[in-house]
């Protein structure tokens, strides 16, 4: 009977303790970049995809472009760019917008930043699987993300170089 109030201390206690583990581990990976973004930026909500003339919203993980006219919001890339290689294209790191509407500079964007536009080189924060080589590039903490169309093994078939061969 002496034991009863220490075991209910101890179930208790343990209750707290898997809560607080469970409130951290889900708070985690929100808004985290991924893993083809160009290291080196921990405060960035958007990139701008010159390539592809298209955003990247880091926080909700989708990408907004424009479609008949009005701008789209979406986990995927957009259909004619699917075997655009994200790895490889060039990000730019937004700055210049106010709350949730960075296409709000599109022409400014489109402009300063045209298809095929390099600026300084980037790294990205993940790897990708070099073309006839057999390393991986950049850190190890690389987990693949679904939704990134062709730039993950495991999509249709794809090789990690977004251009659909095997």
Same mark, same amino acid.
């Given at each position: 009977?002496? %034991?009863?109030?220490?075991?209910? =201390?101890?179930i208790? *206690?343990?209750?707290?303790s898997?809560?607080?583990?469970a409130? =951290?581990? &889900?708070? &985690? @990976?929100? $808004?985290?970049a991924p893993?083809?973004?160009?290291? $080196?930026y921990?405060? =960035?909500?958007?990139?701008?995809?010159?390539d592809? +003339?298209?955003?990247?919203d880091?926080r909700a993980? +989708?990408?907004? *472009?424009?479609s008949n006219?009005?701008?789209i919001?979406s986990? %995927?890339?957009?259909?004619?760019?699917?075997n655009? !290689?994200?790895?490889n294209g060039y990000k &730019?790191v937004? #700055?210049?917008?106010? $709350?949730?509407t960075?296409?709000? #500079?599109?022409?400014?964007h489109?402009?300063?930043?045209?298809?095929?536009?390099?600026?300084?080189?980037?790294k990205n924060?993940? &790897?990708?699987? =070099?073309? %006839?080589?057999?390393?991986y590039?950049? %850190?190890k !903490?690389?987990k693949? +993300?679904p939704?990134n !169309?062709?730039? #993950?093994?495991?999509?249709?078939?794809? @090789?990690g170089?977004?251009n659909?061969k095997n």
């Amino acid at each position: 009977m002496k %034991n009863i109030p220490s075991i209910l =201390v101890g179930i208790l *206690f343990m209750t707290y303790s898997f809560t607080l583990q469970a409130q =951290v581990s &889900v708070n &985690v @990976n929100i $808004g985290a970049a991924p893993a083809w973004g160009p290291s $080196g930026y921990t405060a =960035v909500d958007y990139y701008y995809l010159p390539d592809i +003339e298209a955003y990247y919203d880091v926080r909700a993980t +989708e990408f907004i *472009f424009l479609s008949n006219g009005g701008w789209i919001r979406s986990r %995927n890339i957009p259909n004619q760019y699917r075997n655009y !290689n994200l790895y490889n294209g060039y990000k &730019v790191v937004l #700055n210049d917008y106010r $709350g949730t509407t960075p296409y709000i #500079n599109f022409k400014t964007h489109k402009t300063k930043y045209y298809k095929g536009y390099k600026g300084k080189p980037q790294k990205n924060i993940g &790897v990708y699987k =070099v073309k %006839n080589a057999n390393s991986y590039k950049a %850190n190890k !903490n690389y987990k693949s +993300e679904p939704g990134n !169309n062709g730039n #993950n093994k495991k999509d249709k078939g794809n @090789n990690g170089h977004g251009n659909g061969k095997n």
